[in-house]
C-alpha cells in the first residue's frame, strides 16, 4: 500500500497550468525525489498535499484511504509534514518552546518538562539539536533540524522537503542526508523536492520527474543516471557542460597582491591572498562557504575596501575603486546573489541598462525607446523568457540570472567576475551559464569563477585555486586536479602553491 496516492492533480493560476493532470505515488519507507527545473511543478504539488494549495481536479489517498486537505491543518491531521525553503520558527524563542507552539494542553508551561520532551524526541529520531538554544544563535542547518523534528513532533509519517539543500553548506547537506536516512529505516516517507541531480542520485530511492507542469516519467534511482535525468527533465541532453581542450593562456589582465581584510571584530577574513588571472582562462576558486569567497568578491566589486593588498586590471591599479568605476574599467560582475544586483518592481529593460543608465540619456532626459530596444536586442540573444515591459519579479531565478549576464556579457568586459553564477538554478539554466561563462574564455577575457559547486569548479577551469580561512593554500593546473586532492585542501589538510 502507499503511503501517498495523487491522482489526476490538475492546479491552475489563471491562464497558467501548474499541474497537468498529475499522477504521484509515495511507498511507505522510500526517500522519492520530486525532480524538475524551476517552474516545473514540483513545490505547486507539494504545496497541494500540504493543503496550502487547493486541486482544481484530482483526488488525494492517504494509506489507501481517499482524504480532503483544504489546509495544513487537515494536512498534519493526516500525519503529514512540510519544511519549506522559508522557516517558520519565533527567532525570538528557544528551540523548545518553537516546537510546543500551538500544541493543546494545560495553560501552564514547565520549561524542564518541555525541554526534557523535545530531548528525548530528538534522542528518538537522531536529530541532534539543544532544547534550550534559542533559535536566533542557530546555523541555517541547525534551524533546519528543528523544523524536522517540529514536523515529527506532530506525528508526521510522511516528511515533504521542498529544496532543502538551497541554503545548507556542504557539512549540512551531509548531516541532513544521515538523518534522513534514519528516519527512513524507522518507517517515515520522505519526499524530497530538488533540482540537483547529484544529491537525487546519492539520497533517493525513486525519481518521479516534472517537466512543464506534467509528470515526465518515475524511475528506480539504480536503473538510470544524471544523463537520463537531465534528458527527462529539460528534454534534451545538457548534463556534464565541459570546457573543450586547454586554451592558450595569454597575459596577465587581473593581479590580486597580498589582499587582506579584517572585519569589525578584528578578525582576519582574507590574509594576504595573491594570485593572477590570465586572458583566455578560468581560474576556479573552490572552497567551503565561509572562508572569504564573498570577501573577496566584495573587494573585487568595489564594495568591499580591503585593510590590505591592492589589484589591478591590467595596469590600473583598482583597490578601493567605487563600483561603477570598476564596471567602466572593464569588470563584468555576476554577484553571488542575483535579488541584491536586481531591482524586482523595475521592468526587465529597466534592469538591463541599470548599470549603464547615463548611455541611454538624451538632454537630459531617459531615452525610454532606446531602454525598450536594447531589451529587445538582448531578451532575444541571450534567450530571456520575458518580455521587455515585463516586472523582473516575475521572472523565474533562471531567466533573473539571463539578466545580469546579459547585461554584464554584452558589454564584453576584459574580466568577469562570476561568484557562484549557478546558485539556486535548475539544470537547463546551470547549462546555460556555464556554456556563458566558456565563451567568455573563448573569446579572450579572463573568468574568475567562485563556487562551492566542485562539479562546475572542475567542469570549468582551466586552473583551480583553494580557498581555507581567508588563504589561498593552493592553486594547481586543472590536469593535476582530483576531487579528493580538491577536497584535502579545502579543510586545510594539503596545500601547494603551483601556477
Given at each position: 500500500?502507499?503511503?501517498?496516492?495523487?491522482?489526476?492533480?490538475?492546479?491552475?493560476?489563471?491562464?497558467?497550468?501548474?499541474?497537468?493532470?498529475?499522477?504521484?505515488?509515495?511507498?511507505?519507507?522510500?526517500?522519492?525525489?520530486?525532480?524538475?527545473?524551476?517552474?516545473?511543478?514540483?513545490?505547486?504539488?507539494?504545496?497541494?498535499?500540504?493543503?496550502?494549495?487547493?486541486?482544481?481536479?484530482?483526488?488525494?489517498?492517504?494509506?489507501?484511504?481517499?482524504?480532503?486537505?483544504?489546509?495544513?491543518?487537515?494536512?498534519?491531521?493526516?500525519?503529514?509534514?512540510?519544511?519549506?525553503?522559508?522557516?517558520?520558527?519565533?527567532?525570538?524563542?528557544?528551540?523548545?518552546?518553537?516546537?510546543?507552539?500551538?500544541?493543546?494542553?494545560?495553560?501552564?508551561?514547565?520549561?524542564?518538562?518541555?525541554?526534557?520532551?523535545?530531548?528525548?524526541?530528538?534522542?528518538?529520531?537522531?536529530?541532534?539539536?539543544?532544547?534550550?538554544?534559542?533559535?536566533?544563535?542557530?546555523?541555517?542547518?541547525?534551524?533546519?533540524?528543528?523544523?524536522?523534528?517540529?514536523?515529527?513532533?506532530?506525528?508526521?509519517?510522511?516528511?515533504?522537503?521542498?529544496?532543502?539543500?538551497?541554503?545548507?553548506?556542504?557539512?549540512?547537506?551531509?548531516?541532513?542526508?544521515?538523518?534522513?536516512?534514519?528516519?527512513?529505516?524507522?518507517?517515515?516517507?520522505?519526499?524530497?523536492?530538488?533540482?540537483?541531480?547529484?544529491?537525487?542520485?546519492?539520497?533517493?530511492?525513486?525519481?518521479?520527474?516534472?517537466?512543464?507542469?506534467?509528470?515526465?516519467?518515475?524511475?528506480?534511482?539504480?536503473?538510470?543516471?544524471?544523463?537520463?535525468?537531465?534528458?527527462?527533465?529539460?528534454?534534451?541532453?545538457?548534463?556534464?557542460?565541459?570546457?573543450?581542450?586547454?586554451?592558450?593562456?595569454?597575459?596577465?589582465?587581473?593581479?590580486?597582491?597580498?589582499?587582506?581584510?579584517?572585519?569589525?571584530?578584528?578578525?582576519?577574513?582574507?590574509?594576504?591572498?595573491?594570485?593572477?588571472?590570465?586572458?583566455?582562462?578560468?581560474?576556479?576558486?573552490?572552497?567551503?562557504?565561509?572562508?572569504?569567497?564573498?570577501?573577496?568578491?566584495?573587494?573585487?566589486?568595489?564594495?568591499?575596501?580591503?585593510?590590505?593588498?591592492?589589484?589591478?586590471?591590467?595596469?590600473?591599479?583598482?583597490?578601493?575603486?567605487?563600483?561603477?568605476?570598476?564596471?567602466?574599467?572593464?569588470?563584468?560582475?555576476?554577484?553571488?546573489?542575483?535579488?541584491?544586483?536586481?531591482?524586482?518592481?523595475?521592468?526587465?529593460?529597466?534592469?538591463?541598462?541599470?548599470?549603464?543608465?547615463?548611455?541611454?540619456?538624451?538632454?537630459?532626459?531617459?531615452?525610454?525607446?532606446?531602454?525598450?530596444?536594447?531589451?529587445?536586442?538582448?531578451?532575444?540573444?541571450?534567450?530571456?523568457?520575458?518580455?521587455?515591459?515585463?516586472?523582473?519579479?516575475?521572472?523565474?531565478?533562471?531567466?533573473m540570472q539571463k539578466v545580469i549576464l546579459a547585461r554584464t556579457l554584452s558589454r564584453e568586459p576584459k574580466f568577469v567576475l562570476a561568484s557562484q553564477p549557478t546558485r539556486g538554478l535548475d539544470v537547463g539554466a546551470t547549462d546555460y551559464v556555464d556554456h556563458r561563462l566558456l565563451d567568455q574564455r573563448d573569446r579572450g577575457a579572463a573568468v574568475l569563477l567562485l563556487s562551492e559547486d566542485l562539479d562546475e569548479i572542475m567542469s570549468l577551469s582551466d586552473r583551480v585555486a583553494v580557498i581555507y580561512e581567508g588563504q589561498i593554500v593552493g592553486i594547481l593546473p586543472i590536469e593535476e586536479v582530483t576531487r579528493e586532492k580538491l577536497g584535502l585542501m579545502m579543510c586545510g589538510s594539503i596545500g601547494k602553491q603551483k601556477t
Amino acid at each position: 500500500m502507499n503511503a501517498i496516492q495523487m491522482t489526476g492533480i490538475t492546479k491552475r493560476f489563471g491562464d497558467l497550468v501548474a499541474n497537468d493532470n498529475v499522477d504521484f505515488e509515495l511507498k511507505a519507507g522510500e526517500i522519492h525525489a520530486l525532480l524538475g527545473e524551476n517552474g516545473a511543478g514540483k513545490t505547486t504539488l507539494m504545496r497541494i498535499l500540504y493543503g496550502l494549495y487547493h486541486a482544481d481536479e484530482g483526488d488525494i489517498q492517504v494509506n489507501g484511504r481517499r482524504v480532503s486537505i483544504v489546509s495544513p491543518k487537515d494536512a498534519i491531521h493526516n500525519r503529514i509534514g512540510m519544511v519549506t525553503q522559508h522557516f517558520t520558527l519565533v527567532s525570538t524563542l528557544t528551540v523548545a518552546e518553537n516546537l510546543t507552539l500551538g500544541e493543546k494542553g494545560s495553560i501552564t508551561i514547565n520549561k524542564r518538562t518541555i525541554e526534557q520532551k523535545i530531548s528525548d524526541a530528538a534522542e528518538q529520531y537522531g536529530i541532534p539539536v539543544k532544547p534550550d538554544a534559542l533559535i536566533s544563535s542557530l546555523s541555517v542547518g541547525e534551524r533546519q533540524r528543528v523544523e524536522i523534528l517540529k514536523a515529527l513532533n506532530r506525528n508526521a509519517k510522511v516528511l515533504i522537503l521542498d529544496e532543502p539543500t538551497a541554503v545548507l553548506v556542504p557539512q549540512e547537506v551531509d548531516v541532513l542526508f544521515e538523518v534522513l536516512e534514519r528516519l527512513r529505516k524507522s518507517g517515515l516517507s520522505v519526499v524530497f523536492i530538488s533540482h540537483k541531480l547529484n544529491e537525487v542520485m546519492a539520497l533517493c530511492d525513486r525519481i518521479s520527474v516534472l517537466r512543464l507542469g506534467k509528470m515526465a516519467g518515475t524511475v528506480v534511482k539504480g536503473e538510470t543516471n544524471k544523463t537520463e535525468l537531465a534528458c527527462m527533465m529539460v528534454g534534451h541532453e545538457t548534463f556534464g557542460v565541459k570546457r573543450q581542450g586547454k586554451a592558450p593562456r595569454g597575459k596577465v589582465i587581473l593581479r590580486v597582491e597580498n589582499l587582506s581584510l579584517r572585519d569589525k571584530k578584528g578578525l582576519d577574513t582574507l590574509r594576504d591572498v595573491s594570485f593572477e588571472v590570465h586572458t583566455g582562462e578560468i581560474l576556479g576558486i573552490a572552497g567551503v562557504s565561509g572562508n572569504g569567497q564573498s570577501e573577496l568578491t566584495g573587494i573585487l566589486s568595489g564594495t568591499i575596501k580591503p585593510t590590505g593588498g591592492q589589484f589591478h586590471l591590467e595596469d590600473r591599479n583598482l583597490t578601493g575603486t567605487e563600483p561603477l568605476q570598476i564596471t567602466r574599467a572593464g569588470i563584468g560582475r555576476i554577484a553571488e546573489d542575483r535579488h541584491a544586483s536586481l531591482v524586482g518592481e523595475l521592468t526587465v529593460a529597466e534592469n538591463i541598462a541599470l548599470e549603464y543608465l547615463d548611455e541611454f540619456v538624451s538632454h537630459g532626459v531617459l531615452d525610454r525607446k532606446k531602454i525598450h530596444q536594447n531589451a529587445e536586442k538582448l531578451i532575444k540573444e541571450y534567450d530571456i523568457k520575458a518580455r521587455p515591459e515585463d516586472r523582473l519579479r516575475t521572472l523565474s531565478g533562471g531567466n533573473m540570472q539571463k539578466v545580469i549576464l546579459a547585461r554584464t556579457l554584452s558589454r564584453e568586459p576584459k574580466f568577469v567576475l562570476a561568484s557562484q553564477p549557478t546558485r539556486g538554478l535548475d539544470v537547463g539554466a546551470t547549462d546555460y551559464v556555464d556554456h556563458r561563462l566558456l565563451d567568455q574564455r573563448d573569446r579572450g577575457a579572463a573568468v574568475l569563477l567562485l563556487s562551492e559547486d566542485l562539479d562546475e569548479i572542475m567542469s570549468l577551469s582551466d586552473r583551480v585555486a583553494v580557498i581555507y580561512e581567508g588563504q589561498i593554500v593552493g592553486i594547481l593546473p586543472i590536469e593535476e586536479v582530483t576531487r579528493e586532492k580538491l577536497g584535502l585542501m579545502m579543510c586545510g589538510s594539503i596545500g601547494k602553491q603551483k601556477t
